[in-house]
């Protein structure tokens, strides 16, 4: 094996972009101290959005000498382990405040929302990738972080199902053209509970029982509202994931081959945003064909792809855009490719 280029594990003062990611934390902690709950949606899906128009896209590969540093650098995986503590604190802490009554039901309801959207945005996105890494201290980071949004299968099915059934009528976790996300959200998680539990049985009911136990102590130290706020911020994050999920290969097909197979895999069967901001914030998930095509390559060093279909904004602009299908609908349709 050859050994990498000078500087090939060195660390670059533009790297320091990807840190954004664990500003996300921060959202709720500034909204409890201004009292502002709904400051933390305003952020992510008004502010990043705006600021992703006036940054613009960053769509340019990088030489082979900046891909090589950019798989290698070990800065890149520290920002992943870092977000674990910052997530596990994060829930503490809510599920301390809940529990305690010192918010009103309507704040306590945005509250338990604002950390559900930094579980999910963050926290989700960095165990999905944690959870391709083949170091096993990556794999129960990435196994912790789904247990604490009771989506501890996410993995199994993820890895061993969707990857290798994308963008296919089989697979639960792509959408179907002209499919609403809401039509969608009911078929995606009873699919990919139902694919894992054919996968691996105890990948399902280890990552359950782990989460049931954390609600139960929080329950026990905290009382029944921190048991409510658990599953709360769970339930935020796993829409949110969910959301992604739809937006990630709406309408994308795989031909079927005459052998009944279907073709593979290609940078056309997933939607790619260079939004130079909200890929940092969301660690290169939108570089998505990349993804697929190489699913063990370090964030940092994926690659945009020419033949991938490009999103016309970043997710925290789509996720919103999602929830309302006719307006889905009317921007998204006319630019999903056709099956020749």
């Given at each position: 094996?050859?050994?990498?280029?000078?500087?090939?594990?060195?660390?670059?003062?533009?790297?320091?972009?990807?840190?954004?990611?664990?500003?996300?934390?921060?959202?709720?902690?500034?909204?409890?101290?201004?009292?502002?709950?709904?400051?933390?949606?305003?952020?992510?899906?008004?502010?990043?959005?705006?600021?992703?128009?006036?940054?613009?896209?960053?769509?340019?590969?990088?030489?082979?000498?900046?891909?090589?540093?950019?798989?290698?650098?070990?800065?890149?995986?520290f920002v992943l382990h870092a977000w674990v503590p910052l997530q596990m604190g994060l829930i503490g802490w809510g599920a301390w405040l809940i529990g305690s009554g010192s918010l009103g039901a309507g704040?306590?309801?945005?509250?338990?929302?604002?950390?559900?959207?930094?579980?999910?945005?963050?926290?989700?996105?960095?165990?999905?990738?944690?959870?391709?890494?083949?170091?096993?201290?990556?794999?129960?980071?990435?196994?912790?972080?789904?247990?604490?949004?009771?989506?501890?299968?996410?993995?199994?099915?993820?890895?061993?199902?969707?990857?290798?059934?994308?963008?296919?009528?089989?697979?639960?976790?792509?959408?179907?053209?002209?499919?609403?996300?809401?039509?969608?959200?009911?078929?995606?998680?009873?699919?990919?509970?139902?694919?894992?539990?054919?996968?691996?049985?105890?990948?399902?009911?280890?990552?359950?029982?782990?989460?049931?136990?954390?609600?139960?102590?929080?329950?026990?130290a905290f009382g029944p509202w921190a048991v409510a706020f658990f599953f709360g911020q769970a339930a935020v994050a796993v829409l949110q994931l969910e959301a992604v999920n739809y937006i990630e290969h709406?309408?994308?097909?795989?031909?079927?081959?005459?052998?009944?197979?279907?073709?593979?895999?290609?940078?056309?069967?997933?939607?790619?945003?260079?939004?130079?901001?909200?890929?940092?914030?969301?660690?290169?998930?939108?570089?998505?064909?990349?993804?697929?095509?190489?699913?063990?390559?370090?964030?940092?060093?994926?690659?945009?792809?020419?033949?991938?279909?490009?999103?016309?904004?970043?997710?925290p602009a789509m996720v919103p855009l999602a929830l309302l299908p006719p307006l889905w609908f009317a921007v998204m349709n006319r630019r999903v490719p056709r099956p020749a």
């Amino acid at each position: 094996m050859s050994s990498p280029p000078d500087g090939a594990r060195g660390f670059a003062l533009r790297d320091a972009r990807f840190l954004l990611a664990l500003t996300v934390a921060a959202a709720p902690v500034f909204g409890h101290a201004l009292g502002q709950y709904w400051h933390a949606f305003g952020v992510f899906f008004f502010a990043i959005p705006l600021l992703d128009f006036a940054l613009g896209r960053d769509a340019a590969p990088a030489s082979p000498e900046e891909l090589e540093r950019l798989k290698q650098g070990p800065f890149f995986r520290f920002v992943l382990h870092a977000w674990v503590p910052l997530q596990m604190g994060l829930i503490g802490w809510g599920a301390w405040l809940i529990g305690s009554g010192s918010l009103g039901a309507g704040d306590a309801i945005l509250f338990t929302a604002s950390v559900g959207l930094a579980t999910g945005a963050a926290g989700i996105t960095i165990a999905h990738e944690l959870g391709h890494k083949p170091p096993r201290l990556d794999r129960f980071l990435s196994r912790l972080l789904l247990v604490s949004v009771s989506y501890g299968h996410f993995t199994v099915e993820h890895n061993r199902g969707h990857h290798v059934r994308v963008a296919t009528p089989e697979d639960p976790a792509s959408a179907r053209y002209g499919e609403s996300l809401w039509r969608f959200l009911p078929r995606t998680l009873i699919g990919q509970l139902a694919h894992a539990w054919q996968l691996d049985r105890s990948e399902v009911l280890r990552p359950w029982a782990a989460s049931l136990a954390i609600a139960a102590t929080l329950g026990l130290a905290f009382g029944p509202w921190a048991v409510a706020f658990f599953f709360g911020q769970a339930a935020v994050a796993v829409l949110q994931l969910e959301a992604v999920n739809y937006i990630e290969h709406y309408g994308l097909q795989r031909k079927k081959l005459p052998d009944g197979r279907y073709e593979r895999p290609t940078a056309a069967h997933a939607w790619d945003a260079y939004e130079r901001l909200s890929n940092c914030f969301l660690v290169h998930l939108q570089r998505h064909a990349d993804h697929h095509l190489n699913p063990g390559r370090p964030y940092a060093a994926l690659q945009p792809q020419a033949e991938s279909p490009k999103l016309p904004a970043g997710y925290p602009a789509m996720v919103p855009l999602a929830l309302l299908p006719p307006l889905w609908f009317a921007v998204m349709n006319r630019r999903v490719p056709r099956p020749a």
